[in-house]
Structures are given as C-alpha cells and as structure tokens.
C-alpha cells in the first residue's frame, strides 16, 4: 500500500509562484511513477505533469508547460510541484497520484490510469 499526503496549498494573486509538496510512504519504495493532477470546481480531473523516478523523465500538459515543474527528493521520500507564473486557471485541487510503472504517452495523463492517490491540497488564484 501506498499513502501520499499533499500540502502547500495556499491562496496566490496571479503571476504568484507556489510549491506543492506530496510525502510519500508505505510502500512507496517500489513505486516508479508520479503525478499531479487538478480538479477545477465543476470540471473533470486532469494531468498536469508526471515523472519517471528511475529514469528522471518529466512530462507536462501543455496548459503548464514551462511554468510548473516536478521533481522529488529521494531521500525524504516526497515529490515537489513548482508552479510560477500562476493564472486565475489554475485554481483547483491538486492531488498527487503514484503507481508501480508509468503509463505509456497516451494515457499518462488519465486519471484511470494511476492506482494510489492523496487527498488533494486547494491552490486559489485569485486578485
């Protein structure tokens, strides 16, 4: 079982920068894969940005393409989302997600692809 808990949700004005975090445990040293995904108030979840641990790929969709940016820390087990140059779009929810391998380009960024999930943390960009 895998466990991850999101933090560093805040309310930010636009073009503001904030650092999502998302600690993992459990068996966390077998997974290969994270994600970030969002959720905007009534809209379906969407990936955002995706990583292979073992190779050090990075992918982005292309709504955060140059302004976010994934990465993680090995050894205290937890993944970061940086995200600059923040827009009143990118208010949502954002959840991390992890499973044992990444999915394939195609599907990286579908949500029924990812097997464990966090409880989200609220970004609100707002004037």
């Known amino acids: 079982e895998v466990h991850l808990v999101e933090s560093g949700g805040d309310l930010v004005q636009p073009g503001g920068s904030l650092k999502l975090s998302c600690a993992t445990s459990?068996?966390?040293?077998?997974?290969?894969?994270i994600a970030w995904f969002r959720q905007a108030p009534g809209k379906d979840r969407e990936g955002i940005s995706c990583?292979?641990?073992?190779?050090?790929?990075?992918y982005y969709a292309d709504s955060v393409k140059g302004r976010f940016t994934i990465s993680r820390d090995n050894a205290k087990k937890t993944v970061f989302l940086e995200m600059n140059n923040l827009k009143l779009e990118d208010t949502a929810v954002y959840y991390c997600?992890?499973?044992?391998?990444?999915?394939?380009?195609?599907?990286?960024?579908?949500?029924?692809?990812?097997?464990?999930w966090g409880q989200g943390t609220r970004v609100t960009v707002s004037a």
């Open positions: 990583m292979s641990i073992s190779l050090g790929t990075t």
């Open positions: 459990g068996d966390s040293f077998d997974v290969d894969a």
């Open positions: 997600a992890a499973d044992w391998a990444l999915p394939g380009r195609s599907s990286m960024f579908n949500k029924y692809e990812w097997d464990y």
